[in-house]
């Protein structure tokens, strides 16, 4: 891959990327490291036990996207959905609030406080995910002895333990993000899902070996795979271009004469980002609910429990929601049609037909309208037709298409910076040339 890209690790022109691509590799190092680290006090192998009697659950999901932390009951095992679920509250909070609203006009100083007031948010959930975890741990069913000592002392550390472990991963995502490469949040959840791969590949293999899988079942899995995948990439390359052209007058005749350009528009504008979000936001109640299964039967909590599993028709619908609402939501956040009509309008670009200003913003939020339709409709396909396939088909392993999402997109997402980067070498060394040539001139 590395030799396709161009890249030489030997060429000093890039010294900054190759720093990057090893920071960005240390990191994920500690990460995988941290991730081994049991809460003090508990013993794993009762956890691990009790864990694994819950095959394609949201107790499954939540381990994947911990990269198996929860199933050794690390310090790690809250994962980053804290952080995930904080980033929703304080974005949403910048469309209703007035004062958040102020803070997003603000710009570069807006948005470091809106930052600052994420992580205050992520602290306090995790502050609540963390007692909820550590209180309701021995009330789930076949937890006797789970804890060796069971008062204050356990109860403190392990809250502060979780509560740091996900003070760690938004630190460490946040780094990955200004010094490495791509998203570090999606790197981490990115990290975590595939670390699990070699064992379901393993899994998979093995009960296609003890004949309790058939053979058709074992090729249309993989093929199935192989096609999401495909589409995945097909539509993540894909965009809709808005022709755009400039006028410009010709040195002394006075002529008008019109250049071309045009505004990519993705298919997918806001990435893996709602799935993510609609996964955190749908985890979130039924983790809460899965500590008070055992002590509050027949009640909402165990309503709660047994209808937001992936699967089930009340999960599906709100998932489906979700999805949709966050697309809309999300790619809203990231380009604005009215300040890209003021830039085109500041620059001499126009529309063809259609007047600069207001009109034009008009058009291209109808445009973005009808792609988020599209958008929506293509992630919340993709993360539910594989649990369709995993429940009917009976894959060992939790196989949704939100991990498949995430993956497929962090990878792509990947790739593109570091070829962006090392244009920007070329592109940068070039430029020095050109300046010593004419200096010597």
Not at 39 to 57: R, Y
Not at 103 to 122: D, F, N, S, V, W
Not at 201 to 208: D, M, V
Request: aromatic share 16%.
């Amino acid at each position: 891959m590395i030799k396709k890209l161009g890249l030489n690790f030997y060429n000093k022109k890039f010294y900054e990327l190759k720093k990057r691509i090893f920071f960005v590799f240390f990191a994920l190092v500690i990460f995988r490291i941290a991730s081994f680290i049991p809460i003090p006090g508990i013993n794993t192998d009762i956890f691990s036990n009790v864990l694994n009697k819950h095959q394609n659950t949201m107790i499954d999901m939540l381990n994947i996207f911990s990269g198996g932390s929860l199933n050794r009951a690390s310090i790690l095992a809250l994962g980053i959905t804290p952080y995930i679920s904080a980033s929703i509250i304080i974005q949403l909070l910048t469309f209703i609030n007035s004062y958040f609203i102020g803070l997003k006009k603000e710009g570069e100083l807006g948005r470091i406080k809106i930052k600052r007031y994420t992580k205050y948010a992520t602290l306090f959930l995790s502050i609540i995910q963390a007692i909820g975890f550590s209180i309701g741990l021995p009330n789930l069913h076949g937890m006797n002895g789970l804890i060796i000592n069971s008062d204050f002392h356990f109860y403190f550390v392990s809250v502060i333990s979780l509560i740091t472990g996900t003070l760690f991963l938004m630190w460490m995502g946040d780094l990955i993000t200004s010094k490495g490469i791509g998203n570090g949040t999606s790197f981490i959840i990115f990290i975590g899902i595939i670390s699990g791969f070699p064992s379901a590949i393993l899994k998979t293999i093995y009960k296609f070996q003890t004949s309790k899988m058939n053979i058709y079942i074992f090729i249309i899995m993989f093929f199935f795979v192989f096609i999401v995948t495909f589409l995945v990439v097909f539509i993540e390359r894909s965009y809709r271009k808005i022709i755009i052209y400039y006028s410009r007058r010709q040195n002394m005749i006075y002529k008008n004469i019109s250049q071309t350009s045009h505004i990519p528009l993705k298919i997918n504008m806001s990435g893996v980002m709602p799935a993510i979000f609609a996964s955190s936001l749908l985890l979130f109640p039924s983790t809460i609910s899965s500590w008070f299964n055992i002590k509050f039967q027949n009640n909402f909590f165990v309503f709660v429990l047994n209808y937001f599993k992936p699967g089930q028709p009340l999960y599906v619908f709100l998932y489906t929601l979700s999805i949709i609402f966050f697309c809309f939501f999300y790619s809203n956040l990231v380009f604005d049609p009215r300040e890209t009509a003021n830039n085109l309008k500041k620059s001499g670009a126009f529309l063809l037909g259609i007047r600069p200003g207001e009109k034009t913003a008009n058009y291209i939020s109808n445009i973005m309208s009808k792609i988020n339709i599209i958008g929506s409709i293509y992630i919340a396909v993709i993360c539910l037709l594989p649990d369709f396939m995993r429940n009917i088909m009976d894959v060992p392993f939790y196989f949704g298409g939100t991990s498949l999402l995430i993956v497929v997109v962090v990878i792509i997402d990947f790739l593109s910076q570091i070829q962006t980067l090392m244009i920007s070498t070329k592109y940068n060394s070039l430029i020095k040339k050109s300046s010593l040539n004419l200096k010597k001139f």
